[in-house]
């Protein structure tokens, strides 16, 4: 680490990156390895396996004897992903969680930049947004800000911005003060769960 991350982190928390997964052999390697290769390292990583019948486990495994002490498995029998979600933040010990769906992947330095954001805020944050990727079927790469500055994230969440897990980074007393995501959701979830920490904190508590 160069002397500028020293300073900013003055300390290390914990965090916690999370990846429910049903049948996903052909992502969980590259997503696990995105996790992995963060050049923030303080890190756990938590895959909570939804009931797959292909060879996902197997190869949550492989990895999992590379690095035993980096990578957690938990099983849960195909409740849903707020259900596999909210079990990953059960199970998780960092200060921040990091939500990661299996065919999405994080930039290197994903975490460095956020968490170097939160260290010189005058704020104290409970989620940091960020900005996606989205790759159309025409390999064109397209980015969406998440939230601009000065931008009212009521709007940004109307809009089905905020709503992108991936590229926000939440701390866990955001997550564990509105009870997790409601598992009785089939689609909205993630927008639910952030409207909710907006109501319960309010628009200060998003950087």
């Known amino acids: ?22 049948n996903g052999q052909d992502f969980i390697e590259e997503c696990i390895y995105s996790a992995l290769n963060q050049t923030y390292c303080h890190t756990e990583i938590i895959v909570v396996d939804n009931n797959s019948t292909d060879h996902t486990v197997d190869k949550v495994l492989q990895i999992q004897k590379k690095f035993p002490e980096k990578i957690s498995l938990f099983f849960e029998e195909n409740q849903g992903v707020s259900y ?24 290197s ?14 704020s104290s944050p409970l989620m940091v947004a960020g900005v996606y990727h989205h790759l159309s079927e025409d390999k064109k790469i397209r980015e969406v800000p998440l939230l601009t500055e000065g931008q009212d994230p009521y709007k940004s969440i109307a809009a089905s911005l905020l709503g992108h897990l991936d590229s926000n980074l939440f701390h866990l007393d955001a ?4 009870n997790g995501f409601n598992e009785t959701l089939k689609v909205g979830e993630d927008t639910d769960m952030i409207f909710r920490i907006l109501c319960f904190k309010g628009a200060a508590s998003m950087l």
């Open 109 to 122: 330095d994903k975490l460095e930049r956020q968490l170097k954001l939160i260290f010189t805020s005058t």
């Open 175 to 178: 997550l564990t003060g509105i």
């Open 84 to 107: 596999a979600r909210n079990k990953g933040i059960a199970h998780s010990q960092g200060q921040w969680i990091q939500f990661l769906d299996v065919d999405d992947l994080l930039y």
């Open 1 to 22: 680490m160069g002397t500028s991350k020293v300073k900013i982190f003055m300390t290390t928390p914990l965090v916690s990156i999370i990846i429910p997964v049903f």
